[in-house]
């Protein structure tokens, strides 16, 4: 009994300074995505004789350095690009609103004036606000960035060197009726966490790459922002692919591109949909998470209500811990009864 409550006490006190610490929860997240995606690695290197400190360590150097060099290539177009949209904001800002306008005077029409519809001047004021504030607070964003950049690495570090030793060292203290439950509700974690992010974060680089290759392709500006933007989005279930778009539209909207131009780009995200929907999710995502749509969206909403934007993405693999840790407590009660 002792054992237990030093359990649940160990996990309660981990959970209330992840969460009441700033920039923790972000790093912790980013640590734990980057220990999935490279414990495969460091085990295959382990199995080949390479100890585990050294295996992590060279992993890690490699990274910094293949990171470092993507870094130095990507960044002076990516700077560039985002100098220049800061440049154009305003721009886009007021041919938003004006679409905006436009939109309502028709719709206002089609109902007759009966019941009137008035919020473009009112949205136009809050994004001058909102990116106003978004630019002058970029120094402390990208103050907190740096700290999650080198937080995220430093959890995954140990994590991938110490992960293994800390979990032996957790589960001594489980109760031994309990051991072999809670050493199977371990070992299917590590497997299902390890699966869906691996694939989720493969689903996003693919449509971000696609949709990247396709603007670029075109020769639509802000390629190289927009790919980013579209695979950071699609990490939000159902909603994301939608607000990955809706930039994309609005600039072309704003730019006044042709007909022609307009539906090349709607094909190019609606392509990557399709790769995505048909492809993806069929093959790598779907067999991993076993949830009816209705579930889905409403884990999502309270996901957005707890945690904002970081609370819909990892929402989904929460649900799947609480899942699975009830399934395998029922299996584990039926099977002790039976």
């Known amino acids: ?90 721009k886009f800002i007021e041919g938003t609103t004006n679409l905006l306008a436009i939109s309502e005077q028709k719709l206002n029409s089609f109902l007759f004036n009966l019941y009137r519809i008035d919020i473009s001047k009112s949205l136009g004021a809050t994004l001058i606000i909102f990116f106003k504030g978004l630019f002058s607070d970029l120094p402390d964003i990208i103050s907190s960035s740096v700290a999650v950049i080198i937080l995220a690495p430093f959890f995954a570090f140990f994590m991938l060197l110490d992960g293994q030793t800390a979990t032996k060292k957790l589960l001594a203290l489980v109760p031994n009726n309990l ?79 042709t007909a022609l131009e307009f539906l090349i780009v709607i094909a190019v995200y609606t392509a990557a949909q399709l790769i995505d929907i048909f492809i993806i999710i069929p093959l790598v995502v779907a067999k991993i998470v076993n949830f009816h749509p209705v579930a889905v969206v409403i884990v999502i909403i309270i996901g957005a209500q707890i945690g904002g934007i970081l609370g819909m993405i990892i929402s989904i693999p929460v649900a799947c811990i609480i899942k699975l840790t009830i399934t395998t407590i029922y299996s584990h009660l039926a099977e002790f009864n039976g």
Not at 27 to 54: D, H, K, Q, W
């Open 1 to 90: 009994m002792i054992k237990s409550f030093a359990v649940v006490g160990i996990l309660i006190l981990c959970t209330v300074v992840v969460f009441k610490t700033e920039n923790i929860l972000v790093s912790f997240v980013l640590g734990f995505v980057i220990y999935y995606l490279l414990a495969p690695v460091v085990n295959a290197i382990e199995r080949t004789g390479v100890s585990r400190r050294i295996g992590v360590t060279g992993l890690f150097i490699f990274i910094t350095a293949a990171s470092g060099f993507g870094i130095y290539i990507l960044l002076p177009a990516t700077a560039g690009q985002l100098s220049a949209f800061k440049n154009e904001l305003p």
């Open 179 to 257: 051991f072999e439950l809670a050493l199977n509700l371990q070992h299917r974690m590590n497997v299902q966490l390890g699966d869906f992010i691996r694939a989720r974060l493969l689903e996003a680089a693919i449509v971000g790459l696609f949709v990247g290759l396709g603007l670029a392709i075109v020769g639509f500006p802000y390629a190289v922002l927009l790919a980013v933007f579209a695979g950071l989005a699609n990490l939000i279930p159902y909603i994301g692919p939608v607000i990955g778009a809706i930039p994309t539209v609005l600039i072309a909207l704003v730019d006044g591109v």
